[in-house]
Structure formats: structure tokens, C-alpha cells
Nanobody, 114 residues
């Protein structure tokens, strides 16, 4: 079993910054990917940023503003979010992909509002 625990969400004004963290635990071994998805109210969950090996991938909407990083020793992935916009609001879910199986955290809420 794999468990993912996100933290770092909250309320922030437009233009502000937040850092999300996701710590993984359980039977994790070999090569795996980790990333972040966002689900806005009434909308589908969409990819925000993904780290496969050492290579990051970003949604076009966050390029230049968000940075994903990973600490393999701690099995933790981070999402540094800057220049936040109201459209960045949503539940942010951590994802881990391991040997064809996707694992999800419970999400952390980010609200960008003045």
C-alpha cells in the first residue's frame, strides 16, 4: 500500500505564493513518477505538474510560475507556486504512479482571492 499526504494549501491573495508538499510512504520502490493535479469546483481534475525521473512537465497555464521538485530520499514532491491567480483555485491532489498503478492523496485546498 502507498499513502500520500499533502500539506501547504490555504488562502492567498492574487500575486502571492504557496508551497505544497506531498510525502509518500508505504511499499515504494523502483522507478515511479510523482506530480500534482488540480480540480476546480465543477470541473475535471487536470494535470498541473509532473516529475518523471528528473524531468518536469507543466501545464501551459502554470509555466513560468510553478516549479515542481522532488526529494527522492524523503519520497516527497513539492510544488512552489508563485504569481498565483484566481484561476489557480482548487483542490490540489498529489499523484504517484508506480508500475501501472496510480495513487492519490486526499488533496489540499488552494484558494486565490482578494
Amino acid at each position: 500500500q502507498v499513502q500520500l499526504v499533502e500539506s501547504g494549501g490555504g488562502l492567498v491573495q492574487p500575486g502571492g505564493s504557496l508551497r505544497l508538499s506531498c510525502a509518500a510512504s508505504g511499499s515504494i520502490f523502483g522507478t515511479y513518477r510523482m506530480g500534482w493535479y488540480r480540480q476546480a469546483p465543477g470541473k475535471q481534475r487536470v494535470l498541473v505538474a509532473l516529475m518523471i525521473g528528473g524531468s518536469p512537465t507543466y501545464a501551459d497555464s502554470v509555466k513560468g510560475r510553478f516549479t515542481i521538485s522532488r526529494d527522492n530520499a524523503k519520497k516527497t514532491v513539492y510544488l512552489q507556486m508563485s504569481s498565483l491567480k484566481p484561476e489557480d483555485t482548487g483542490n490540489y491532489y498529489c499523484n504517484l504512479g508506480l508500475y501501472g498503478t496510480d495513487y492519490w492523496g486526499k488533496g489540499t485546498l488552494v484558494t486565490v482571492s482578494s
